[in-house]
Nanobody, 121 residues
């Protein structure tokens, strides 16, 4: 599975961005998919996950209520809608895929290449 993340950019605090993660090589409908992020000088951290059923999602406390993860299995793509962005959301965002559709840990089977999100104050 190859994952191509896109949609990052520079936005002012309070603004919105939508990240996309397009998968190729295999159909991801049975995979757990998610997003992680890594800020400068910090470890990579979990952001959001969506499981194979499509209906169950899970968020880090720091983004719950502001970010929404979704998937379009027909397009083999996962999205992360980010609203009410804060400067502390600044990071490189990575998408991830795990063949166990019910589990997404910090060591998924596949990583995307990352997309930079910068939120100015």
């Amino acid at each position: 599975v190859q994952l191509q993340a896109s949609g990052g950019g520079l936005v002012q605090a309070g603004g919105s961005l939508r990240l996309s993660c397009a998968a190729s090589g295999r159909t991801i409908s049975s995979y757990a998919m998610g997003w992680f992020r890594q800020a400068p000088g910090k470890e990579r951290e979990f952001v959001a996950a969506i499981y194979w059923s499509g209906g169950r999602t899970y968020y880090a406390g720091s983004v719950k209520g502001r970010f929404t993860i979704s998937r379009d299995n027909a397009k083999n793509t996962v999205y992360l809608q980010m609203n009410s962005l804060k400067p502390e959301d600044t990071a490189v965002y990575y998408c991830a895929a795990n063949s166990n559709g019910a589990v997404l840990t910090s060591t998924p089977d596949y990583w995307g290449q990352g997309t930079q999100v910068t939120v100015s104050s």
